[in-house]
């Protein structure tokens, strides 16, 4: 059973930076696309951030030159490194892992962590 575990988010003042960390158990990492996805509320999810098996970037437009995706397989972990947070960034982030199985793409996801931005 793949399980995905983030951490790192909490209550950050706009302007300030958070690290999240999503760590993966079971499963041959360097296989899988990864990606942080958020959810404000009242609002569908979101793509934030992705990156391929090849380290090929993906980010939604809000978000880019203030966040960066990161991948490092020997710890089987994925980071999401946000800079310059804005109250618009307040959600609910989510961590997920896909591949092509035999029949059909599987996709796993974390349980999320809250960040909030606020003064």
């Known amino acids: 059973q793949v399980q995905l575990l983030e951490s790192g988010g909490g209550l950050v003042t706009p302007g300030g930076s958070l690290r999240l960390s999503c760590v993966a158990s079971?499963?041959?990492?360097?296989?899988?696309?990864l990606g942080w996805y958020r959810q404000a509320p009242g609002k569908q999810r979101e793509l934030v951030a992705s990156i391929s098996p090849s380290d090929t970037t993906v980010y939604a437009d809000s978000v880019k030159g203030r966040f960066t995706i990161s991948r490092d397989n020997a710890k089987n972990t994925v980071y999401l490194q946000m800079n310059d947070l804005e109250p618009e960034d307040t959600a609910v982030y989510y961590c997920k892992a896909d591949r092509m199985g035999i029949s059909r793409r599987l996709e796993y996801w974390g349980q999320g962590t809250q960040v909030t931005v606020s003064s």
């Open positions: 079971e499963m041959t990492f360097r296989i899988y696309g």
